[in-house]
């Protein structure tokens, strides 16, 4: 194997070496704690993680104690050695430990079953691994936090404890990982939200956001910007009804393959079901009228609320919720205005992403097992997306066998100021709904066709991607996008009418202004103002009003110094116009 392939860039070797950490962190509890059993250890993507069942709670000391004994292990640089055996011989093994039984007992007749050896610790596992201990630095890992999980991702099952860790080759790396941690907890858009008074989550109902009045001025105005980019691209806005009866789900496939994740009700004896997405209701705008191949390519924009039922334990913030403003669209074509299509969606796709200072990369996931329709489609559709994007001068990588059941598609993943990446927009390819909702087109020949579609998404959610900027931009949202874009501070009772006046001014030119009247000290107020990340603070005291001046300063700290209002007006125009990240 050449050196690279031992290298901690290269991914195979990270997981195998994460994954192997898992098995340290299961050997250092079984020494400590007997009495624990096993569930599952994997790799993810950072770190691993190990689901145990214990009959007490893993505090913050008992991390640290286990923390301790693993880098022991590593010390102790035991070899990992493979062994199988029969399925008999290894329940007989495992029979301690009911959940690997279970595991052993739901694996094929003719899958190999196959164990990892570490000194006295032994697990059941496919591997791969690390072939010592030892190649892991004991100083370069952390138990990074336990949370609750249930068994096997089912909520009717146990509840187990899942511990996390993180581990790297080296402690330097280890280091700047966690420093990139806490400066991730300082902006985690949770705390921001709630200090900044954007949204917020009740216990009355979980995965269901409300967006409180300065939350709504943020998403307003990146609506109103989604609505003014789609208007330029040559879409048009559609919105269709939340519920809508059993038959239509069925017709498109949810009723079948999605019913566990939708909210179903009846009205009037019949079943109907809160839309989990857009899409159907989208077919049947197309199927409205007839359609023509000049009416082609039909490019039609929704920001549908749609609803899904997610796991408790899985929700997250505005990350993971159960109802969200999708921002989806579905663009109605011929097979030969595929390309074209697809370097649109790319193109607008990269104008809105750079508008928020975030790089992405793009990944093109092609067909899967489960795929429907024919296979000349998808080589057709999966290799246009190829081109298309390989035009437009841009790079790709392959998910082999991850598109969806209908069709190939492009994800977009976002990379922030912090380096982490979120997938959020998707472009995909459907040759199967337009089939299921028998659409067609009437084309130059005067006959009947079936157009292809595509699904897609530039911010994925409304909701999400809030959450993903406020992270980003750490709630000092560029000026165009602020909440609240300046606050006008008098610096004594004789310059509040000329704070007002300045306020005045600002509103009826269309920005956002407040005025902070109180009796507090001048610091005090602009600390306020700057910890709420208002872009601008206006101070006026007795030399602007006779001077019909103001002094600006920015959230930085920087003083900007004293200037006209038609200057400082000009700025304004300039920073909001131009959507600059300062």
Known sequence: MANEQYSFENEQYRRTYWHTCSHILAQAVKRLYPEVKLAIGPSIENGFYYDLDAPFSFTPEILEQIEAEMRKICKEKLKLERFELP?????????????????????????????????????????????????????????????????????????????????????????????????????????????????????????????????????????????????????????????????????????????????????DGEDYAIKPMNCPGGMLVYKSEPRSYRDLPLRMGELGLVHRHELSGALHGLFRVRCFTQDDAHIFMTWDQMKDEIKNVVKLFDEVYSVFGLTYQIEVSTMPEDHMGDEKDWDFATETLKQAVTEMGKEYSINEGDGAFYGPKLDFHLADSLGRTWQCGTIQLDMQLPERFELEYTGPDGEKHRPVMIHRVVLGSIERFIGVITEHFAGAFP????????????????????????????????????????????????????????????????????????????????????????????????????????
């Not at 690997?100 to 694996?107: A, G, R, S, Y």
């Not at 909440?483 to 006046?501: G, H, I, N, S």
């Open 87 to 267: 399925r008999a011989e290894a329940l007989e093994f495992m029979k301690d430990e009911p959940y690997k039984v279970e595991l052993i007992n739901d694996l094929p007749e003719d899958e190999v079953i196959s164990f990892y050896r570490q000194g006295e610790f032994t697990d059941l596992c496919a591997g791969p691994h690390l072939d010592s201990t030892g190649r892991v630095k004991g100083n370069a890992i952390k138990l990074t936090a336990c949370n609750a999980a249930y068994w096997r991702g089912d909520s009717n099952r146990e509840t187990l404890q899942r511990i996390y860790g993180i581990a790297f080759p080296k402690k330097d790396q280890l280091d700047e990982y966690l420093k990139q941690q806490e400066e991730a907890k300082k902006r985690d858009h949770r705390k921001l939200g709630k200090e900044l008074g954007l949204y917020m989550l009740t216990d009355e109902g979980p995965g269901f956001p409300f967006f409180l009045p300065k939350g709504m001025v943020l998403r307003n105005t990146l609506i109103d910007y989604w609505r003014e980019v789609h208007k330029r691209y040559g879409y048009v806005e559609i919105s269709t009804p939340m519920i809508l009866n059993r038959s239509l789900w069925e017709r498109s496939g949810h009723w079948d393959h999605y019913k566990e994740n939708m909210y179903t009700t009846v009205i």
């Open 479 to 582: 000026v165009w996008l602020a909440p609240v874009q300046v606050k006008v501070l008098p610096v004594t009772d004789r310059a509040a009418d000329y704070a007002d006046q300045v306020e005045q001014k600002l509103t009826a030119a269309g920005y956002r202004v407040e005025v902070d009247h109180r009796s507090e000290k001048l610091g005090y107020k602009i600390r306020e103002a700057q910890g709420q990340k208002i872009p601008y603070m206006i101070v006026v005291g007795d030399k602007d009003m006779e001077n019909q001046t103001v002094s600006i300063r920015h959230r930085s700290g920087k003083d900007l110094g004293a200037m006209s209002q038609e200057d400082f007006l000009s700025m304004l125009k300039d920073a909001v116009d131009s959507k600059k990240i300062d």
